[in-house]
């Protein structure tokens, strides 16, 4: 039962629920005065010995619980939450969002308001019980993108070399005669490897060329991986 009720529970907070689950257990006027009273009295301690109090009466409590049911509530956003969150964005704000949800239904509904877009990556650096284990899965994503962004430059040369776009063309000749007139001053003679490498160092300055262009601010949010990502983090 404790697990069908898990996945329920799980499944409701997918699809952006808010999950309330409902037990209860019979007890009799003798034990329900006694716990009231150890309640009254933790209650009315002071800092942390209040909060050790009331863990321990809230445990005596909830305690041998029989389930009842298991709901999911849809809590729809407020009129105008999505433009807002673009607006923020637009104006270059970096924004964070801090939430006592579950962790699917906050994706969820990061999604639905649009801080989430659906090309981003997300990073889920969660349930982690020490700063070992963080650092242990944040270097394991670094490592990732890492990987990913190597793979990803070397596709952009790939597509440089077999499009062949015209400002690159352009490029070359008017870069031909300068090149030639240098590797001619430096050795005198041409020959077929010395062509190959000629025009191997040309389409390395014109890659580079091509790479280190600008980007237009806000076309995009990179990560490291150069695409948009998001941080998820308990």
Known sequence: MKQLASKYVTQFAI?????LVYASRQVDSREYYHLLNEFYHANSLFGSERSDALKIIYSKIEYNLTLVSVTGVE???????HECLKNLRDAGIQIWVLTGDKEETAITVSRSAGHFTPNMS???????????TFAYKLFNYLEKLKIYRE??????????????PIHLIKMKTNLKCRMKVEFNYQNNSIDEMDLYNNKQLFTNRSLQHELDRPRYRHSKRPGSSGEPMALVID
């Open 15 to 19: 699809n952006g629920l808010r999950t």
């Open 75 to 81: 809590d729809k956003l407020q009129p105008g939450v």
């Open 122 to 132: 997300l990073i889920h650096l969660t349930n982690c019980d020490d700063l070992f």
């Open 151 to 164: 793979k990803r430059n070397l596709n952009k040369k790939i597509k440089l070399l077999l499009k062949k």
